[in-house]
C-alpha cells in the first residue's frame, strides 16, 4: 500500500489547493498538496519536503486533520492529511499546472482526484458547525 501525505493549508478564511499536470490517473484534476513517504521519512518530514519541493514553500505541521485509504483501479493508498501553515517562502508551483486559494464554499466548485473528495465532504462539515 502506498503512503500519502498532505497539507490543509489555510490562510484568511482560504484553503491552497494545487492542480495536478499532465499524466496519471489524475491529470488536471484538483488536490490538496502532499506527497508520497520515501523510505525512512516521517509523514511529517514527507509533507514539508513535498511542500518545498512541488511549491517552494516551507510549512509548520499541524495536527492530523483526517486519516483515509482509497482504492484506484491500480493502487491502494493510505493518506493522511495534516493541517499546516506556511511559514517561509512564496508559492512557486514547480510540479502542478496551477494552485489556487479558495473558500470552503468554491471547493466543491473544483474537480478534485477521488481520494480528495471525503476530504471536502469533512472540511465543508466542520465548517457548518
Known amino acids: 500500500m502506498l503512503k500519502v501525505t498532505a497539507a490543509i493549508i489555510q490562510e484568511k478564511g482560504k ?3 494545487c492542480q495536478r499536470g499532465i499524466g496519471g490517473n489524475c491529470a488536471f484534476l484538483w488536490e490538496f498538496p502532499g506527497g508520497k513517504l520515501e523510505p525512512g521519512e516521517s509523514k511529517e518530514e514527507c509533507l514539508i519536503r513535498e511542500c518545498e519541493e512541488e511549491l ?3 510549512i509548520t505541521v499541524g495536527s492530523v486533520f483526517a486519516e483515509t485509504t482509497y482504492q484506484y ?3 491502494k493508498i493510505a493518506f493522511t492529511f495534516f493541517n499546516a501553515q506556511i511559514v517561509v517562502g512564496e508559492i512557486v508551483p514547480k510540479v502542478h499546472y496551477q494552485v489556487r486559494w479558495v473558500t470552503l ?3 466543491p466548485k473544483y474537480n478534485f ?3 480528495d473528495v471525503e476530504i471536502i465532504e469533512m472540511l ?3 465548517g457548518e458547525s
Do not use: S, T, V
Open 124 to 126: 465543508n462539515r466542520k
Open 15 to 17: 484553503i491552497l489547493i
Open 56 to 58: 517552494g514553500i516551507r
Open 113 to 115: 482526484c477521488p481520494a
Open 73 to 75: 483501479p491500480d493502487r
Open 105 to 107: 464554499a468554491e471547493l
